[in-house]
């Protein structure tokens, strides 16, 4: 499975826009990026997921460039309630694979 | 529509006593499960998955284990707790599609 690697933490105030960008060098043909988010207490939910360009949903942008050696989560205009840990998961798109959780992003949003 | 029910919610044992967390999954049949652990401030660690009744995989060696006596049941448990078992439990599970859904988590403390 495909190592990554992203900030340890970030800090950003509330109405800007977040990037969070996230390293996986040995990605394979077949595997997929996905974003989980994680507040105190509680499971890991999934954000959003793509495999190259960009996807857009509601929550959030994936920005993953043609090489997809990287990807960018980028949160639009945050506010308190996305401070949280953002997890960026590289792996095939089947049911049954085991994805690893590093360490993840520990976004601080303040006022 | 598919939920997960994982508890207790939070639990307080003493060294060296039994331990058993359950997590049912609803409206999905033949889930993959998964068991994670993560200590405070720290990544997700994958202890157990499980494709099957009674197909269980280890991750990691450990003072635990896991069960799986019904389709949509997923059972983790150890025979004596130690303090190293303290952490947030989750139970997750995956179908045909992307990406993992959690349950709420259990907290659990070694006393």
């Known amino acids: 499975l495909a190592k990554t690697t992203q900030p340890i933490s970030m800090d950003s105030y509330e109405g800007q826009e977040v990037n969070i960008t996230c390293s996986h060098n040995?990605?394979?043909?077949?595997?997929?990026i996905t974003w989980y988010q994680q507040f105190p207490s509680q499971g890991p939910r999934f954000i959003i997921q793509?495999?190259?360009t960009k996807v857009t949903n509601e929550v959030a942008s994936l920005f993953i460039p043609a090489d997809r050696k990287s990807s960018t989560l980028s949160l639009p205009r945050v506010s308190l309630s996305d401070t949280a840990v953002y997890y960026c998961?590289?792996?095939?798109?089947?049911?049954?694979?085991?994805?690893?959780f590093g360490g993840g992003t520990r976004l601080m949003v303040k006022p | 529509s598919q939920t997960i029910h994982q508890w207790p919610a939070t639990l307080v044992q003493p060294v060296g006593s039994p331990l058993s967390l359950e997590c049912t999954v609803e409206?999905?049949?033949?889930?993959?499960l998964y068991w994670y652990r993560q200590a405070a401030g720290r990544g997700l660690q994958l202890l157990f998955y499980s494709v099957g009744i009674g197909q269980i995989s280890s991750e990691v060696p450990q003072n635990l284990s896991a069960s799986r006596p019904q389709d949509r049941q997923f059972i983790l448990s150890s025979k004596k707790l130690l303090l190293s078992d303290s952490g947030f439990y989750l139970c997750?599970?995956?179908?045909?599609?992307?990406?993992?859904?959690f349950g709420s988590g259990t907290r659990l403390t070694v006393v």
């Open positions: 997750a599970w995956t179908e045909d599609y992307y990406g993992y859904t």
């Open positions: 998961l590289v792996g095939p798109n089947n049911a049954g694979n085991m994805l690893t």
């Open positions: 793509g495999y190259k």
């Open positions: 040995n990605i394979a043909t077949n595997d997929y």
């Open positions: 409206g999905t049949s033949n889930p993959n």
